[in-house]
């Protein structure tokens, strides 16, 4: 019995000697990332070693610290906006410097599907249409939903009446199943926006539905 249990407290700190090994068996990378042909610091690039789980994000300085195993490694740096790269890393190597180039044509954007994942644009089974903050303050426009119109391929914008305050639709066009919705989805910094029209209630007040008219003067928003 004493044996048994002898066994089993060697195994036991044998397992722990060698996850303090293989814990030691790291060195630190730490670098700089800033933007192709300028000194701007990139903030919030991924920084993440290929065929391990081991990454991090860069500071607001551009700068990141990683531990990653004693061996030569890789790293997959991406950002937004940006072209991705990948560097080798030697052993001997412990600082990595880099710039990343603007991605024109967008090619490394992730769309986000609606279902908590996100998959590159390149990939994306449907066209992803973008509008930069340039083609909106091109001309001046009352609402967001003008400024938006005639930009989106497949997108119907109007409004319903001329009336101060009277709302914009929007329509997507190409919808074929039974029972979806062309109205698109608003989210604004990951937060889902009510899309519902509210009524001004001078239908109520001036009985414009009396007598079977049906004419709506609400100019609902």
Partial sequence: MRTA?????????????????????QRRVTGRLTASGSAEAL????VRVVGTTLGTYTSDE?????????????LNIRRIGYKGVMLSVPRAQGEVNTALDRDVLLLE????????TSVAR?????????VSDVELTRAPTPTI????????AG?????????????????LRGVTTINAAADPLYVIDGVIVSNDAIGSGANA?????????????DNPV
């Avoid at 249990?5 to 068996?25: E, M, N, P, T, Y």
């Avoid at 903030?43 to 991924?46: E, L, Q, R, T």
């Avoid at 551009?62 to 890789?74: A, C, I, K, M």
């Avoid at 997108?155 to 329509?171: D, E, L, R």
């Fill in 5 to 25: 249990k002898s066994g089993w407290f060697l195994l036991i700190f044998l397992a722990l000697a060698a996850h303090r090994v293989d814990a030691q068996q």
């Fill in 43 to 46: 903030p919030g690039a991924s």
């Fill in 62 to 74: 551009g700068r990141f610290s990683l531990l990653v195993p004693d061996t030569d490694v890789q």
């Fill in 109 to 116: 954007g992730q769309v986000i599907t609606g279902e908590a």
């Fill in 122 to 130: 390149r990939n994306a089974a449907n066209d992803i249409a973008t």
């Fill in 145 to 152: 939903e003008n400024a938006l119109a005639g930009k989106i």
């Fill in 155 to 171: 997108a119907s914008v109007s409004q319903n009446s001329g009336a101060p305050g009277g709302g914009i639709q929007v329509q």
């Fill in 205 to 217: 007040i001036t009985a414009a539905a009396a007598g079977g008219n049906a004419s709506n003067q």
